[in-house]
């Protein structure tokens, strides 16, 4: 399989990671590592919406970045770089963040980190807030982890989310597109399957391990529920490449991971209009 077939990296950050350095991180490195592995476009979160209460200022921050360093169109010299705000539900002006994410910045989605942020994905506040992305049409992606409890700050031990607290938000709103972000590395495979089975629940490539890690993978959660996320720059942006190319699956399934699934939830949202 060509090393240039384009894809849609749906799990990306910019700004700096508050706990250690990452080559990475700046928007110029970010972009100049996006092109090398021909990323199309770039569903782009801010690090800075890990630890930082003002939200917005987030959000508008990460909507200038991805103004300044991507294109409004794919190019062989640019990737579209397309802002996913974060809102936390647990501050009380969390409407006001979302009705500017997807009417003031545009946006596609929004990405929620609820083990930073110290809620449940089952609390009243999380159902509010999935109950309204689903009305206005928006993707949701739900940060899982973001890095190994083993390289963790002392002072800042943070667990994955259990994916199951979303069971009774995916059985009420099925038609809401969630994406979950590195979902395989303390998450066993059938609590996800059971989620893709109950609604339009995703999961991408970024902590997927072990030998024929995405073959493995096929055999319980089909391709069209697989998106290709990198988890850059806190990984190396090789890496999930790597696990797509040498993968022995059809040209269809590769296909689908690669971009098509990505575009496909694009599409049928509601936003932006």
């Known amino acids: 399989m060509s090393f240039a077939l384009p894809v849609v990296d749906v799990n990306v950050h910019v700004f700096p990671w508050p706990f250690r350095h990452l080559p990475a991180s700046s ?29 917005d200022g987030v959000n508008r921050r990460l909507t200038d970045v991805c103004r300044d360093h991507g294109s409004q169109a794919p190019t ?10 974060t809102v936390h539900p647990g501050l009380p002006d969390w409407r006001e963040d979302l009705r500017r994410c997807h009417e003031q910045y545009r946006m596609k989605g929004i990405r929620l980190y609820p083990n930073y942020h110290q809620y449940r ?9 999935l ?3 689903a009305r206005r049409g928006l993707i949701v992606q739900i940060v899982l982890s973001l890095e190994d409890t083993r390289t963790q700050h002392p002072l800042v031990r943070v667990s994955p989310v259990d ?12 038609r809401l597109p969630i994406v979950l972000l590195n979902s395989f590395r303390e998450t066993p495979t059938g ?25 493995r993978l096929l055999t319980t959660i089909p391709a069209d529920r697989i ?47």
């Open 76 to 85: 062989k010299e640019q990737t579209v770089w397309l802002p996913f705000g």
């Open 227 to 273: 998106c290709y996320g990198s988890n850059v720059p806190l990984y190396y942006p090789s890496a999930a490449r790597l696990k797509l190319n040498s993968a022995q699956i059809g040209q269809l399934q590769r296909k689908q991971i690669a971009s098509e699934n990505a575009e496909s939830l694009l599409r049928t949202g509601r936003n932006g209009k």
């Open 163 to 174: 994916p199951q607290s979303l069971m009774p938000a995916v059985q009420r709103l099925p």
């Open 131 to 133: 109950t309204e992305c």
């Open 27 to 55: 928007p110029r490195q970010l972009a100049r590592e996006l092109r090398a592995q021909t990323v199309r476009t770039a569903w782009v979160g801010s690090f800075e919406s890990v630890l930082h209460r003002d939200i």
């Open 191 to 215: 609590k996800l399957e059971s989620l893709c089975r109950a609604g339009r629940v995703y999961v991408e490539l970024a902590t997927l391990e072990r030998a024929a890690g995405l073959e």
């Open 121 to 129: 994905l089952d609390s009243r506040p999380a159902r509010e807030l």
